[in-house]
C-alpha cells in the first residue's frame, strides 16, 4: 500500500464513520460510489463484501471497512480503514459524554435525530434497490422467470427480517440455499 491509497482510504472511511447515523446499511451507496470511482471494487464485489460484512459479527459499514480496506491494501489496508471507520464515533461518544447532563444538547440532538431518520429509511431503501438492480436481482424493463424467482427471495427476505424478526445470518443462509436449488 502506497500513501496515497492508504490516505484516501483513511479519509474515505473516516468520512463514512463520521456520516453513519442510523447504521452502516445506509452508507453503502457511498461507499459504493466511492469504491467504485477509485477503480477499487466492482458492484458485484462490493455486494459479496455486504454479504459477508452482514454475516459476521458486528456493525455491517465497519465490516465492509475492514474487507474493502482489506481487497485495497492487504492487512494494513483493513487495520487503516477499521481505525478510520472507528474513530468519528469514539469522538462523537466522547463530546456526547462530556455533554451528558445538558438539556439542551439533549434536545437538539433528538431533534437531529428525528430529521435524520427518515433520510436513513431512504438511503437504505435506495441501498438495496441499488445492488438488486446492478446485480440482476431485479430489473426495471424485463420480467422473466429469474427475476420472479430473485423477487420471491426478495419478497421472502424481507417477510422474514421485518414480520418474524429473524436472525439476518439466519436469512442469509436460508437465501443462499434458496438461490442453490433455484439457479444451481
Not at 447504521?23 to 469504491?35: A, N, T
Not at 474487507?67 to 468519528?88: E, I, K, N, S, Y
Not at 445538558?102 to 438511503?123: I, N
Not at 429469474?146 to 418474524?164: G, H, N
Request: proline residues 3%; charged residues 10%.
Amino acid at each position: 500500500m502506497d500513501a496515497v491509497e492508504g490516505f484516501q482510504l483513511f479519509v474515505l472511511f473516516f468520512t463514512v464513520g463520521a456520516a453513519s447515523f442510523g447504521g452502516g446499511y445506509g452508507m453503502l451507496p457511498w461507499i459504493e460510489r466511492e469504491v467504485s470511482a477509485r477503480g477499487w471494487m466492482t458492484l458485484a464485489d462490493l455486494t459479496d463484501v455486504v454479504a459477508i460484512a452482514g454475516i459476521v459479527p458486528g456493525p455491517v459499514a465497519a465490516n465492509a471497512a475492514v474487507l474493502v480496506g482489506f481487497r485495497v491494501a492487504g492487512v494494513v489496508g483493513a487495520l487503516v480503514a477499521a481505525l478510520a471507520m472507528a474513530l468519528p464515533s469514539f469522538l462523537f461518544t466522547m463530546a456526547l459524554a462530556a455533554a451528558e447532563g445538558r438539556r439542551r444538547a439533549a434536545r437538539m440532538l433528538a431533534r437531529v435525530y428525528t430529521g435524520v431518520r427518515p433520510v436513513v429509511a431512504a438511503l437504505i431503501a435506495a441501498a438495496a434497490v441499488r445492488f438488486a438492480a446492478g446485480n440482476g436481482v431485479v430489473r426495471f424493463r424485463a420480467w422473466d422467470v429469474e427475476t420472479y424467482a430473485s423477487a420471491t427471495i426478495v419478497a421472502a427476505a424481507f417477510w422474514l427480517l421485518a414480520v418474524r424478526k429473524a436472525h439476518p445470518a439466519a436469512v442469509m443462509v436460508l437465501c443462499g440455499w434458496l438461490g442453490w436449488l433455484m439457479y444451481g
